[in-house]
Nanobody
């Protein structure tokens, strides 16, 4: 069984910073990529940042230069991905979701966290 548990959301003023964390645990053989998505009210879920196991980074144009994705891996069973968000804007307000492509004994599947609310006030 695999779990993704997020933390770090909250309310911040424009220009401020937050750091989101997502801890993956369970019967993990390997992780191909860990991503952050967000969904604002009335909008589709969008990819914010992606980090692959090969170290490739990908950011949405709207967050380039402001957000940084990183990860640490203690072993195959525990991996944590972070999203450092600086210079936050009101338009960054959304529910942020962690996603990971995880290989277990049954194969590779996408897993999602429960989501964490980020609210940026003007």
């Amino acid at each position: 069984q695999v779990q993704l548990v997020e933390s770090g959301g909250g309310l911040v003023q424009a220009g401020g910073s937050l750091r989101l964390s997502c801890a993956a645990s369970g019967s993990i053989r390997s992780i191909n990529a860990m991503d952050w998505y967000r969904q604002a009210p009335g909008k589709q879920r969008e990819l914010v940042a992606r980090l692959t196991s090969a170290g490739r980074l990908n950011y949405a144009d709207s967050v380039k230069g402001r957000f940084t994705i990183s990860a640490i891996s203690r072993d195959n069973a525990k991996n944590t991905v972070y999203l450092q968000m600086n210079s936050l804007k009101p338009e960054d307000t959304a529910v942020y979701y962690c996603n990971a492509d995880i290989r277990t004994v049954v194969g590779e599947l996408p897993y999602w966290g429960q989501g964490t609310q980020v609210t940026v006030s003007s």
